[in-house]
């Protein structure tokens, strides 16, 4: 255990650094009830695990040895919760830098407000229309980009490679304490926060996945590209609803926890219309949609990343570009995806009635490249340039559509990414290595008093409670152990969490 005032200024509203020493006290009091409404509020009953743990900073677990990613967020640490926010428009934004505490759950309260569309009951967020000029209209178009891992240090350290983000700090309203409000600090639950403007406490995207216990199985959230689990209604749902389907509404990215979650239910709700869904799939090359729920334009059939990086010369650094799992990886992708961004704002008359439009767009490459390599890594450098072209073209294609002072983005990310371990005294960590530990602890016997859920990000573990009572033991003799394993900071059971009180605001 490490010194609970030194780990305890990693959290919010608290001073900034995360470097401590092994083998101190454990958490002091007040960091623990932190930590624990962090919990609280990502935490959904069904989804959410019966043990809930919180690594030591600097820990980073990984799902095994040798497996596709070397770094893994889902921490309440700075550097996986402190995050960019800037809302930029020229006809719309005052500039300056904001020091108000700002978080996930504004964004859509904020365009809603702008866009004159009524908020939902379950929105959290505050509405943060001191940073608007008086205006007579809402913009034509307002836009969402999430940059998918981005921390809220590369902003400054990689200026040098960023001049439109640069500029749109510059010119916009830049808020530099913006912090997520929960944990997991994942890409599902990120994208959902974001997109419907609630807890995840309540829209009940809780994790990237969840153990199915009736099913005997892990599984997603957004299987078949579906969005029946999203359980409230989001930013594009209320816009669909309240322009009766005559906006149009784009929502693009990769990966459907990073895509679906930002379209909302489309056609598959009550009075809902079909909007735009675009999802590069890296099985097919290409891109996808679910046709019960959204549409995908015919004018997308023909792009294929495939091309694209045998046009390139299939290799990029030390990666030989061979599928679309590996493209995904390089600056090949934010190009490949602006094209189709471009094509889908200029075809779909994107800015030009009197109804406002909204665009929704995850860029996942600083995700997928912070994974492999890391943020400080010159792949990150060169990816994040890549990205901010990206932006560049299109905030081109949105002054070419609505004009320079007709629209308003706003810029965040989903989560963080955490530093290499190595230095420190801390290790990569594998969930595999820790649940054998534990079962060597409490199981002699070596049954599954856990269920083979090992979605590191999650930080969460799934217990076989009829097992459990046949050793004797409750959740508490659990989360004891679990909490004097020497990478734990602490550990919450399920009926601690479930019974915290929070308020929706």
């Not at 902003?155 to 997520?180: C, H, K, S």
């Amino acid at each position: 255990m490490r010194n609970g005032s030194i780990v305890l200024s990693c959290l919010i509203g608290l001073l900034g650094g995360c470097a401590a020493a092994p083998n101190a006290a454990p958490p002091a009091q007040d960091e623990r009830g932190e930590l624990l409404e962090l919990v609280a509020r990502g935490y959904y009953p069904g989804r959410s695990g019966q043990i809930l743990f919180v690594p030591e900073p600097g820990e980073v677990f990984l799902s095994k040895p040798m497996g596709f990613y070397r770094f893994m967020h889902g921490s309440p640490w700075e550097y996986d919760r402190h995050i960019p926010l800037i809302f930029y428009g020229q006809g719309f934004v005052a500039p300056g830098n904001r020091s108000e505490r700002a978080r996930q759950q504004d964004i859509a309260t904020t365009l809603l407000s702008l866009g004159g569309v009524p908020p939902a009951a379950t929105m959290s967020g505050q509405t943060l229309d001191f940073i608007f000029r008086d205006h007579d209209a809402p913009p034509k178009v307002a836009v969402v980009i999430v940059l998918d891992g981005m921390r809220a240090d590369y902003l400054q350290r990689y200026a040098g490679v960023m001049p439109t983000l640069t500029r749109m700090r510059r010119e916009g309203a830049d808020f530099d304490n913006t912090w997520i409000d929960y944990v997991p600090t994942v890409t599902s639950a990120g994208h959902t926060t974001i997109g419907t403007g609630a807890d995840p406490r309540l829209h009940g995207v809780a994790g990237n996945g969840f153990y199915d216990r009736a099913r005997g199985r892990s599984a997603t959230l957004f299987e078949g590209l579906s969005p029946k689990n999203v359980m409230v209604l989001g930013l594009a749902d209320l816009w669909n609803l309240h322009f009766d389907g005559d906006a149009v509404i784009i929502a693009q990215g990769t990966t459907p926890r990073a895509t679906v979650s930002l379209a909302g239910h489309g056609a598959c709700m009550p009075n809902g219309r079909a909007p735009i869904m675009a999802m590069f799939d890296y099985r097919d090359e290409g891109w996808v949609t679910n046709p019960d729920c959204f549409l995908l334009p015919e004018y997308l059939d023909s792009a294929s990343a495939r091309t694209v990086w045998e046009e390139a010369g299939s290799r990029w650094r030390d990666l030989d570009i061979d599928n679309g799992r590996v493209f995904v990886m390089t600056p090949l992708l934010p190009d490949f995806q602006t094209d189709a961004l471009v094509s889908m704002i200029e075809h779909e008359n994107v800015g030009k009635d009197g109804v406002a439009d909204l665009v929704m767009v995850n860029f996942k490459s600083p995700d997928y490249v912070g994974h492999n390599f890391g943020p400080e890594s010159e792949e990150i450098k060169e990816v994040l340039g890549a990205v901010d072209g990206a932006l560049g073209r299109t905030l081109d294609a949105l002054d070419a559509a609505a004009g320079s002072d007709g629209y308003v983005v706003a810029v965040t990310a989903d989560h963080g990414m955490p530093s290499e371990p190595e230095g420190t005294g801390h290790e990569r960590r594998f969930i595999r290595e820790m649940v054998a530990t534990l079962h060597g602890e409490l199981d002699s016997k070596e049954s599954r008093l856990f269920f083979e859920f090992l979605d590191t990000a999650n930080n969460q573990l799934f217990v076989d409670e009829k097992r459990m009572r046949q050793l004797g033991l409750n959740l508490a003799d659990i989360a004891r152990v679990v909490e004097n394993l020497p990478y734990v900071r602490t550990a919450f059971t399920e009926d601690e969490v479930r019974t915290t009180s929070l308020t929706i605001n």
